[in-house]
């Protein structure tokens, strides 16, 4: 095993800023893992390319250790928080019960909490290490996460020469001790929510749902939303707005004010400041960049009369100027910008202004922020 624990330890300093004697600890503990999974495996055994295996499996562990470090401590949570989530979400509800995507998430939240806590007791079991021990580094973090990963991704042996992966077995096992009323209990006040500022919000989670239909069919709004997720976070990113794309994530997350504030290492001013910039790029997304994606998702479409009922459709139609009817009609007829504005005898971009302020309106009243507006749903 030396040569593995000098690949190892060569890419740990060469890859990280982490001290020597940290490179050295995690290097020990990869290899001395390596080493036995390929004295136990009698696969390996009997292979008789043992050499090969351990390189293998050792590059395998440092890759998943780098990916976690390199996202840092954040963005790492966030990936292996999905990445779980992702696994056991079909598994956290008992069938009989029918609860909302909310409330199986506030279950999720619940189990994993706990299935860290096991994760870290085996972490320290399997390293010979003491009860207290905790990552401190980054580095060492990011050696916590990957073993989380792989420890949660393990096959465990079942009757009729079946497995399945341990965290599937202990999230069966969760949902099983959760009795009817519970589940009740926590479909409700997860629907009752807060207002997102103080403690747990009701928007859902990010990455979470972006994997989460991995393992069973994909509907077509997860599909939308998922896309609505990844044009966002390019807008934000291409306009080089990097804060707003990791508030974003962090929202999404469901995580409360105080806990984003605490990761980003902002004050509660500042926090706010950051998220009043994040609602100015998500506007201008929704209303200009990517409309029509945004509306289809939110079922608000042309061929919803932009989510508006028929009353607040006419409404809307009696308010907006005979310019802005006839380019809403030709928008209907799915003509492009280009098309459109030789038809108005003006440019793409008064074009493109004028149907950012159509979509206003429409938002107004669809918001119930217009006097005299029918009863609707937040957006």
């Known amino acids: 095993m030396e040569a593995v624990f000098k690949l190892i330890f060569g890419e740990l300093m060469q890859a990280t800023r982490s001290s020597e004697r940290k490179c050295w600890e995690i290097a020990t ?190 509907l077509p709004e997860d599909t939308l939303r998922k896309s609505v997720i990844k044009e966002l976070m390019q807008y934000l990113e291409e306009r080089q707005q990097q804060d707003c794309a990791d508030y974003f994530a962090l929202r999404l997350q469901d995580l409360p004010a105080s806990e984003i504030e605490a990761i980003l290492g902002l004050t509660a001013r500042q926090r706010d400041y950051l998220q009043q910039r994040f609602k100015y790029h998500l506007i201008r997304f929704a209303l200009s960049h990517s409309w029509e994606l945004v509306h289809q998702w939110l079922e608000a479409d042309l061929e919803r009369n932009l989510g508006l009922t028929l009353q607040e459709w006419q409404a809307f139609l009696v308010g907006i100027s005979p310019q802005q009817r006839e380019l809403l009609d030709l928008k209907q007829k799915k003509l492009d910008d280009r098309e459109i504005a030789q038809l108005l005898v003006c440019t793409p971009t008064q074009v493109q202004k004028q149907w950012t302020k159509i979509l206003e309106q429409a938002w107004e009243i669809r918001n119930n922020l217009v006097s005299g507006a029918g009863a609707s749903t937040d957006e």
């Open 29 to 218: 503990r990869i290899t001395e893992e390596v080493s036995r999974i390929c004295l136990e495996s009698q696969r390996i055994q009997a292979s008789g390319d043992i050499e090969d295996w351990s390189i293998s499996l050792a590059r395998h562990r440092l890759k998943q250790c780098l990916k976690y470090y390199q996202l840092g401590s954040h963005r790492g949570r966030v990936e292996l928080h999905s990445s779980l989530s992702a696994v056991v979400y079909r598994y956290i509800t008992p069938p009989q019960v029918q609860s909302s995507y909310q409330a199986r998430l506030t279950l999720i939240e619940d189990f994993l909490q706990g299935f860290y806590i096991e994760a870290i007791n085996a972490f320290r079991r399997e390293n010979q290490l003491p009860p207290t021990y905790c990552p401190r580094t980054l580095l060492e973090l990011a050696e916590y996460m990957a073993f989380t990963e792989r420890y949660g991704k393990r096959r465990i042996p079942l009757p009729g020469r079946r497995n399945q992966q341990l965290i599937i077995l202990r999230a069966q096992t969760f949902s099983q001790q959760q009795p009817p009323e519970t589940m009740l209990d926590i479909e409700q006040a997860a629907e009752g929510g807060g207002d997102g500022e103080h403690g747990r919000t009701t928007v859902s989670m990010p990455q979470v749902r972006e994997q989460m239909m991995v393992h069973q069919p994909e």
